[in-house]
């Protein structure tokens, strides 16, 4: 049987040191959440959203799945954004990518994984419209990191076509989505410069 005692010593002293520095945070925490931030990024145990942006609890709303995808038919990831945009009434949204990702790699050498395939389908639908584009780079790589790229341009694309986003944005709702990448290899993360703040700047990506 499993032992997860070192977790369990780990949740022990982080909540420790959490009440050493704030003594009523966990008090405070337990009333209700108002972050500023939706995250929506890939699951790669590699990308930590609050830890690289240096944020704590309650900082961020997070939603996570294979290679960050935002479909309309996928009534989790919209639940989440009606959640987070219409309750928590969230200032940004962003969405994160990741150079070196599997799901986009995957999806890229269109690879029979099972299941995933179908959820892979989604990324390969952004491959077909810019296949021109990503083969006119020289270096696999480079393919690569564009395809991420622009896979990030698509879901930034389809969350702010999302009937949640355009309400908020309908009523004057204070709301902007962002399109970003993170480079594995440096721990930072770069602008790609997507960015929406209305229904006339999204139509313009």
Known sequence: MGNLSTLFDQNQEWSDNIKEQQPNFFEESAKGQSPNYLW???????????????LGPGDLFVHRNIANVISHSDINSQSVIQYAVSVLKVKHVVICGHYGCGGV??????????????????????????????????????????????????????????????????????LSVHGLIYDLKTGLLNDLDICASSAKEADNL
């Open 40 to 54: 929506i990024g890939c699951a790669d145990s590699r990308v930590p959203p609050a830890q690289l942006m240096g």
């Open 105 to 174: 790699q995957a999806a890229y050498e269109d690879q029979n994984l099972g299941l995933i395939d179908n959820w892979l389908a989604e990324i390969q639908d952004v491959y077909r419209k810019h296949k021109n584009e990503i083969e006119n780079n020289s270096s696999e790589e480079d393919k690569l990191k564009q395809f991420c790229e622009l896979n990030v341009l698509a879901q930034v694309q389809n969350i702010c076509h999302s009937p949640f986003v355009r309400q908020a944005w309908e009523e004057g709702q204070d």
